[in-house]
DNA sequence: TGACGAAAGTTTGATGTCAAACTAAAAGGT
DNA sequence: ACCTTTTAGTTTGACATCAAACTTTCGTCA
């Protein structure tokens, strides 16, 4: 195995583009979630947004650790994002029935109402993107994204 | 033009397109930076390493405004990682002789010294990662991504 | 049925980041 | 030369997030 007069790839190039794709990523969701951040109304965090959104697509009832295992975030932070949700009055957290540990997430009128216009907002900001972005190529990428996504999330 | 009744994609449905890769683009930054953060050194944050690293690759003198631009932080963030550095003494500060204003950012010993052991913590980390998504990819999608991080900088 | 490990949520303390207001110095225009 | 605008850096206050410790409840297994 120490024979290895013609590596293909050596492991600190492969360690670079690694590093550099990482690089990316963070710093595109770095701008991203700022710019995002800037036109969302009613004070609402990316995060927030984004559970409103995830309920509504994917319908309410959840429970907050599973909403967290799907957010990619502690339960601490889940808490602190729902008791923001709550007191704005978007969601509901019941008791779940079954499990006096666990608790089930309700989207309000109000939460419905939000993500709707939190959608309006975000639209001018999507549109401007395919200009300097093309769709077919976010739709190329996707893939592999998600396959990474994927893979960070199962192994760790 | 405007004739154009098999419209290919619906606006909303790019919309969900480029939400999609958004999300995923996230997810990944947090993955990533949770792990790397986990095995650093030295209490070294992501940030603070990746500015070591960008002055050894680059070379030092920056001055504080510029890296902010490089790492797409604000200049109050950027102040508060270079005070991290310095407290660590990883780096030195002086002032710029042919501008008062500004500041120049220079390496230590030391510093040189906790970004190589970073990178050999850091290792381990990315050896295991091409099992699961393998190099090409990572060099596939990279320039899109670069291409988008490049439109999200210039235009904002 | 009783005990112990696992799971759900919360809390705590620390940290990194942002936006915005502020000071100081350079640049530019008239 | 003076006044205005821009630029560099810091500070402040708020916030999202994390890791870790803690409480309560469930599930399992002996």
Redesign the pocket.
């Known amino acids: 195995m120490p024979q290895k007069t013609a590596r293909p790839t050596q492991p600190t190039e492969i360690g670079a583009l690694y590093f550099q794709l990482f690089n990316e990523i963070g710093i595109i969701a770095?701008l991203s979630g700022?710019r995002f951040?800037?036109v969302l109304p009613q004070?609402l965090?990316?995060?927030?947004f984004g559970l409103l959104n995830h309920c509504v697509r994917l319908g309410d009832g959840w429970?907050?650790?599973?909403?967290?295992a799907a957010?990619?975030?502690?339960?601490?932070?889940?808490?602190?994002?729902?008791?923001?949700l709550e007191a704005k009055g978007f969601i509901r957290?019941d008791p779940?029935p079954?499990?006096?540990?666990?608790?089930?997430v309700f989207l309000t009128p109000a939460g419905k109402q939000a993500r709707e216009a939190s959608l309006k907002a975000l639209m001018p900001e999507l549109a401007q993107l395919p200009a300097g972005f093309p769709p077919d190529l976010a739709a190329e990428i996707l893939p592999s994204l998600e396959r990474l996504r994927i893979w960070l999330d199962t192994n760790r």
Chains 1, 2 share one sequence.
């Open positions: 770095q700022n951040q800037r004070g965090t990316v995060a927030q429970t907050p650790a599973r909403l967290a957010f990619q975030v502690t339960k601490g932070t889940m808490t602190n994002t729902l008791q923001k957290v779940d079954d499990d006096a540990r666990s608790k089930r």
